[in-house]
């Protein structure tokens, strides 16, 4: 992949993770059930994941490459303690919706998590707007 084609890769994520966080935020608001806001969180959080390893030019498709990238570059020291944690945070709604299990989160958690996404979207924002300037829309 070109530079340029990494950058509006990233870029694309980077919405597309902001849009999925918006209606998981909206979709707490209106329901009871958190089931459906927490994936729509966790989607916004994979595609912000895969935005910052675009970002560093490494392409991974799938959850599960998304996931082992984010934790080989975390083990290497490339991301902050706080992206860290979040990386763990998702890799364990990722084994919740694998064994489906997402109905023992309760309303608080799903909040807290929603939360967090807010912070690691941020995060993921503040270093693709170092390296490629600002991006439109965000």
Known sequence: ?????????AKFYLQRAFA???SARKLMS???RCEPAVLLTYEAMLDAAKALL????????GCDAVLLALANAAQQAK???????LVQEAAQIH???HRRSLFTLRPQE????????RSFLREVRDRLERKFGLIEGL
């Open 1 to 9: 992949m070109s530079a340029y084609t990494e950058e509006a890769a």
């Open 20 to 22: 999925f966080y918006e």
């Open 95 to 97: 084994l919740k919706i």
């Open 54 to 61: 675009l970002a560093d030019r490494i392409n991974a498709d």
């Open 79 to 85: 991301l902050s303690e706080e992206t860290h944690s």
């Open 110 to 117: 799903a909040d807290a998590l929603i939360r967090n996404a």
């Open 30 to 32: 209106q329901s009871q």
